[in-house]
């Protein structure tokens, strides 16, 4: 079920964060009983006892005994990951932070839009690269940071900068942050074990130990094909709506969504950063789109704009009744909510819906 307001949007987030927690176990062992059921079948394991219930038995014998360690490190490296996730963060992007000597614009319509909503400011940093682009990170009440880069305060106005911050505010307000931090320690983590099998492949496809070798590469080709895919739907476990969420929550802080459809219209194509792959969802935008867009972590910047001009503040309500989308957005009334739309008409569900 969707979230209709913003409260259920909230315990929508920590509900993915509590079954990320519980589903990244599931596929490690998952993962850990193919490979065994592949060494018990190729050979390298020794074949089952008689009554121990076949190759499958054994297997999860095999994994039950494999869990503790299999699960002792991801916990270890969770636990690494969520301590020190920012350090991570500013070492994988080059973001540092900023005073507010150095940055009062910035620092100012940041703090601004904090106290707005009785919120401790999140630490500012900024990346020094031309790229236009932000992001939201930290997993708790004063750890959160919003980092910008050096191109966006340059090529944005006071406007388009301070919605672009409430975007980003909004991330923090919703808990997307938390979500999408956990997602990528997650994905992370599984993407090691898949670069380990498939150095593993490389460097012991010439062994000749048991003829059944090249079946066992098989399925650790398999298992580690598999696990990739698996960890990039673990990153989009976050459902590219929040994007669509983010901006009505950017039009509802300033009250100006025409500052939030220039800003973006000003930005796409230009938010190239050097990242790894699973932080990128956490950016404000991705210029790339995967394969066909299957794999995109942000909806198309025009899908984004054409929202922002037909729901400028959430109102379904009243996008049902216009037939095209207008061409000057207009803010919501006072005390309206993006999350929060009033009853749509039948059949009609718009991005923040």
Known sequence: MGAVGLQTY??????????????FPLLLLAMVFVLTLGMIWSGFL???AYGSGGSIGEAVGFMAAAAPLAL???????LIAYFFNQTIVDLATGARVVERSEEPEFYNLLENLAISRGMKTPTPRVIETDALNAFASGLHEGRFSVT????????LDRDELEAVLGHEMTHVINRDVR?????????GIITLLCQILARSIFFGRGSDRGR?????????????????????VIRMAISRRREFVADAGAVELTKNPDAMISALTKVAGHTHLDAPQSMRAMFLEEDDDGIFGLFATHPPVAKRIAALQRYAGGRIAEAAETAAPVTAPEAAPAGSSPAEPAAPDAGEHGPWG
């Open 212 to 232: 059944g070798a090249g079946l066992f590469w098989i399925v650790a080709i398999v298992t580690a094909a598999v696990g990739y895919v698996l960890a990039i």
């Open 10 to 23: 909230i315990w929508n987030n920590n509900l993915r964060s509590i079954l990320l927690l519980v589903a």
């Open 46 to 48: 020794p074949p089952p």
């Open 72 to 78: 002792a490190v991801a916990g270890v490296w969770f």
């Open 179 to 187: 979500t999408m931090i956990i997602a990528a320690i997650f994905a």
């Open 148 to 155: 910008v880069t050096r191109g966006l305060l340059e090529g």
